[in-house]
T-cell receptor
Framework: DVKVTQSSRYLVKRTGEKVFLECVQD?????MFWYRQDPGLGLRLIYF???????EKGDIPEGYSVSREKKERFSLILESASTNQTSMYLC???????????FGDGTRLSIL | AQKVTQAQTEISVVEKEDVTLDCVYE???????LFWYKQPPSGELVFLIR??????QNEISGRYSWNFQKSTSSFNFTITASQVVDSAVYFC?????????????FGSGTRLQVQP
């Protein structure tokens, strides 16, 4: 079974802090994704990566950056956290597009 | 542009009732994939089914069945004889792998509550 592991289930940070969310997958998938989930809005794509050091912006990249130094790890960075970034963050990985994405358990991030 | 609409925000049923979750999609591609995911209260998204645009056969898996109709751009999900464990948020999603968009486009989700 594919395993996607997110470093924290719950995280509380303060406005202005730099926040790192880590995601690791164990299936050698080339594609990795970060989504944000808010009530009534479904999942929205923040960034994705299709190879090491390669990344593309999703639908809502403002205020975020990402890093993929190794194939199995994809990090989401909030450069200067703001209260409107309080949300559930979900990481996913997949083989070539068209295949199911496999999700981590999510990180519920609160910015105070 | 791609879009997925789940018009039902929340549905509440009593155990053993049948329930259908609607999903309508928009795409300009002829080759695409549709998915359903389940998100139980614990939070993780669980993959349920994938259907490609060339296969309109309905699918049944136990109490779950899916009805794909290209003519109406719909991919509806029916749970027969619902159970309390079916309580979750269900997401429909669209993949257009040949457009360069590698990510899924999700609907806003339908929260299903099954009362005992």
């Amino acid at each position: 079974d594919v395993k996607v592991t997110q470093s924290s289930r719950y995280l509380v940070k303060r406005t202005g802090e730099k926040v790192f969310l880590e995601c690791v997958q164990d299936m050698d998938h080339e594609n990795m994704f970060w989504y944000r989930q808010d009530p009534g809005l479904g999942l929205r794509l923040i960034y994705f990566s299709y190879d090491v050091k390669m990344k593309e912006k999703g639908d809502i990249p403002e205020g975020y950056s990402v890093s993929r130094e190794k194939k199995e790890r994809f990090s989401l960075i909030l450069e200067s956290a703001s209260t409107n970034q309080t949300s559930m963050y979900l990481c996913a990985s997949s083989p070539p597009p068209g295949h199911p994405q496999h999700f981590g358990d999510g990180t519920r991030l609160s910015i105070l | 542009a791609q879009k997925v609409t789940q018009a039902q925000t929340e549905i509440s049923v009593v155990e053993k009732e049948d329930v259908t979750l609607d999903c309508v999609y928009e795409t300009r591609d002829t080759t695409y994939y549709l998915f359903w995911y389940k998100q139980p209260p614990s939070g993780e998204l669980v993959f349920l089914i994938r259907r490609n645009s060339f296969d309109e056969q309905n699918e049944i898996s136990g109490r779950y069945s899916w009805n794909f109709q290209k003519s109406t751009s719909s991919f509806n999900f029916t749970i027969t004889a619902s159970q309390v464990v079916d309580s979750a948020v269900y997401f429909c999603a669209l993949s257009e792998p040949y457009t360069g968009r590698r990510a899924l486009t999700f609907g806003s989700g339908t929260r299903l509550q099954v009362q005992p």
